[in-house]
């Protein structure tokens, strides 16, 4: 999922678009993910939250 939506996605065109990344560059993160994602101890956490505070 995440190795496909750096190459196609509004991001990916923002990217490039603005010369923050290269076509490349992208085309290395995907394959980072990739390899993240077929190594049998890799994982990832996103905690989503809220905080309640009064002043």
């Known amino acids: ?3 496909d939506r750096i190459l196609q996605s509004d991001l990916a065109h923002q990217l490039v678009d603005s010369g923050l990344a290269t076509a490349a ?3 290395e993160i ?3 993910w990739r390899e ?3 190594a ?3 994982w990832l956490a996103i ?3 809220e905080i ?3 002043a």
Do not use: V
């Open 1 to 3: 999922m995440w190795a």
């Open 25 to 27: 560059q992208l085309e």
């Open 30 to 32: 995907s394959t980072a």
């Open 36 to 38: 993240w994602a077929a």
């Open 40 to 42: 049998p101890d890799g």
């Open 47 to 49: 905690p989503h939250g």
């Open 52 to 54: 309640l505070c009064r």
